[in-house]
């Protein structure tokens, strides 16, 4: 069996012509393996220098063999989130953090009640603020990056309507966070987890462009079919606010991290 480290190396990026390294691996099972095992060398590696690890961090179905590929670490090889300090990308708002839907709820049950990260190095876009103070809560999100240092690795999945984070089609290289409406696609594509499109929030929290793009390092992850066209158009359509996932063409170091199914086209 091939071990998580040859795994890594068994998949050379390719340099697509826009810039973006893209790394394919048969499954997604291999691929989450692989970046699971980038996370915890970053972090071992912060941790030898003294220093805390920041790391960005999505929810969605995408990263979830990461995550629990990351806790068998912690189970199993002691691998230890005490100098982490994390920062998740979006919140659906307004939400209920017990609400079943909620990014708060997804990241306790799938990553935080499992290790030892301090629950004050914790921060997910808070979706139960008021309207009034939602903007001055983007404001404090993004102050709160800034005085950790910056982010040290951004994980992205892609939404078919190119979103990165909740940045759906129409949004500024240079935003930052912020209250954003989510595009018809996107709801619909969460219309299940939500019994139906008519409960799906219209409005969420998100990093933006600009948050993203100032992480040191970006990885996006994308699996299946179903994510191919909207990979390629990411990587081959010149850089657009109508595509938000091309801005990441412009970043320094991005890797593209996707399965055979992915790749097909
Ligand atoms: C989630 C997020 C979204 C998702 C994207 C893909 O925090 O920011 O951009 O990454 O919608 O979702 P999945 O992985 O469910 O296909």
Request: hydrophobic residues 40%; positive net charge; charged residues 20%.
């Amino acid at each position: 069996m091939l071990t998580t480290q040859r795994l890594m190396t068994a998949a050379k990026p390719n340099v697509h012509p826009s810039g973006i390294r893209v790394r394919t691996y048969r499954t997604s099972e291999q691929a989450s393996l692989a970046i699971a095992t980038e996370i915890a060398s970053l972090i071992r590696k912060r941790r030898a220098a003294g220093r805390h690890c920041i790391l960005g961090l999505a929810t969605g179905s995408t990263p979830l063999r990461v995550y629990s590929e990351l806790v068998r670490m912690h189970r199993q090889e002691s691998l230890s989130f005490i100098n982490v300090v994390s920062f998740n990308l979006d919140e659906y708002f307004p939400i209920s953090r017990e609400s079943r839907q909620s990014y708060f709820r997804f990241m306790q049950e799938n990553l935080f009640d499992h290790i030892d990260i301090l629950p004050e190095n914790v921060n997910v876009p808070d979706g139960t603020v008021s309207a009034a103070k939602v903007q001055a809560h983007c404001h404090a999100y993004e102050k709160r990056i800034a005085e950790a240092g910056g982010i040290d690795l951004q994980i992205l999945g892609i939404g078919r309507s190119g979103h990165i984070g909740f940045n759906e089609p129409g949004s500024d290289r240079g935003s930052r966070t912020r209250l954003v409406q989510l595009n018809a696609m996107t709801r619909s594509d969460a219309a299940n987890d939500f019994s139906g499109i008519a409960n799906v929030p219209t409005q969420a929290i998100t990093m933006g462009v600009d948050t993203i793009l100032s992480a040191r390092r970006v990885r996006l992850l994308a699996f299946g079919e179903r994510k191919a066209r909207i990979v390629q158009r990411a990587l081959q359509t010149s850089v657009s606010k109508q595509l938000p996932a091309s801005f990441l063409q412009n970043h320094g170091d991005v890797e593209f991290i996707v399965d055979a199914s992915c790749a097909g086209e």
